[in-house]
DNA sequence: GGCAACTGGTTTCATTTGAAACTATATGTT
DNA sequence: AACATATAGTTTCAAATGAAACCAGTTGCC
């Protein structure tokens, strides 16, 4: 370890500090974290704003929260899903896709059909007005994502996306 | 509206899809989304997985809350914040962040100061022990960063930043 | 000085959450 | 066939959450 600046972190003038960081010699006195330069909390502070912006959409002007609007996308995306299925996609534990679930079918906005073969899975599947909320919805959502976007390049967007995955592949490695 | 495409979406092969997506024309059939190449997912979801593998360091480890790594973090970077301040920093609600300092404040682990001036306020300072618990935890977290960002050329990681940044001036654009 | 409006921080209360218990079905093992 | 083990989905319960009420102090205005 004692490796901090592998990536050289542009901006290492900590603003306005001795900026006397990174660790290794001999620690006197405590290291500092600068939050803005932490990658976990500026990724999770700026997905957390997109979500909750996001979800003033549909929570607001289709009354989804969150959970049900993830529902809701996987099946528009696929159809014949199971609770499982959905909660392993999301990563929302059982508890949460079972409510979501609940709720939407109290709505009628999906329906649920036993499966012959194993008596315990339900398939759900989009009702029509389940579909027609989401035609509106998913443009609206789009669009709001491509506002979002307009500010990156093309490029800009698509090393994003790459640099996303590669951060999902070293996760799950790390994660074993 | 209907401008789907502006970014070219790369790896338009949706993994084992008829891939039939992207609407446009004239929409008879429902529009679908999917939600691996929404950007507000992927990054919520990344954003997630991270915040939840790095909780397990300071969670299991050392005890703390989500919360309460930021409140301690936030006076690791700067001395004599107010709960005010940190709660606009971390954007957590001030119930939360209130909450966040009793327990600290119950483990000795930061101590507060009444404002002269002002009798509402007070100033939060780490105590002996927080630093001392920094100084084991800051390095840790980093540790664990640096293997996360391991994967990342140096290229890679400032524009990660980059791109963030922009996406989050625009959000703020968007916001109002 | 006194009154209204405001602000920092805490508390209350109803809602949401997730872990664990539970139900019902399925699978494997002897 | 009988029994243990596993799995899909629901429910329960205690803890976490956030909106709004609240308290204490401050500021502005007459």
Redesign the pocket.
Same mark, same amino acid.
Request: charge should be neutral; hydrophobic fraction near 35%.
């Given at each position: 370890m004692t490796s901090r600046p592998r990536h050289p972190k542009l901006s290492d003038a900590t603003p306005g500090g001795p900026a006397g960081h990174d660790i290794g010699s001999h620690d006197d006195e405590p290291p500092r974290l600068d939050l803005g330069q932490f990658l976990p909390y500026r990724l999770n502070s700026l997905a957390d704003r997109i979500s909750q912006a996001l979800s003033r959409i549909y929570g607001e002007r289709f009354g989804i929260?969150i959970?049900e609007w993830r529902v809701l996308a996987w099946l528009s995306h696929r159809e014949e899903l199971?609770?499982?299925q959905i909660g392993e996609h999301t990563r929302? /534990?059982?508890?949460?896709v079972?409510?979501a679930?609940?709720a939407l079918e109290g709505r009628t906005l999906i329906r649920r059909t036993q499966s012959a073969? /194993?008596?315990?899975?339900?398939y759900l599947h989009l009702t029509q007005q389940g579909e027609a909320l989401l035609s509106e919805l998913i443009p609206q959502a789009r669009a709001w994502e491509d506002e979002l976007l307009a500010t990156l390049s093309s490029e800009e967007y698509r090393d994003l996306l790459a640099t996303m995955a590669k951060l999902e592949r070293q996760l799950t490695h790390l994660e074993r």
């Amino acid at each position: 370890m004692t490796s901090r600046p592998r990536h050289p972190k542009l901006s290492d003038a900590t603003p306005g500090g001795p900026a006397g960081h990174d660790i290794g010699s001999h620690d006197d006195e405590p290291p500092r974290l600068d939050l803005g330069q932490f990658l976990p909390y500026r990724l999770n502070s700026l997905a957390d704003r997109i979500s909750q912006a996001l979800s003033r959409i549909y929570g607001e002007r289709f009354g989804i929260t969150i959970a049900e609007w993830r529902v809701l996308a996987w099946l528009s995306h696929r159809e014949e899903l199971t609770a499982k299925q959905i909660g392993e996609h999301t990563r929302m /534990d059982k508890a949460k896709v079972s409510r979501a679930i609940q709720a939407l079918e109290g709505r009628t906005l999906i329906r649920r059909t036993q499966s012959a073969q /194993d008596q315990r899975v339900q398939y759900l599947h989009l009702t029509q007005q389940g579909e027609a909320l989401l035609s509106e919805l998913i443009p609206q959502a789009r669009a709001w994502e491509d506002e979002l976007l307009a500010t990156l390049s093309s490029e800009e967007y698509r090393d994003l996306l790459a640099t996303m995955a590669k951060l999902e592949r070293q996760l799950t490695h790390l994660e074993r």
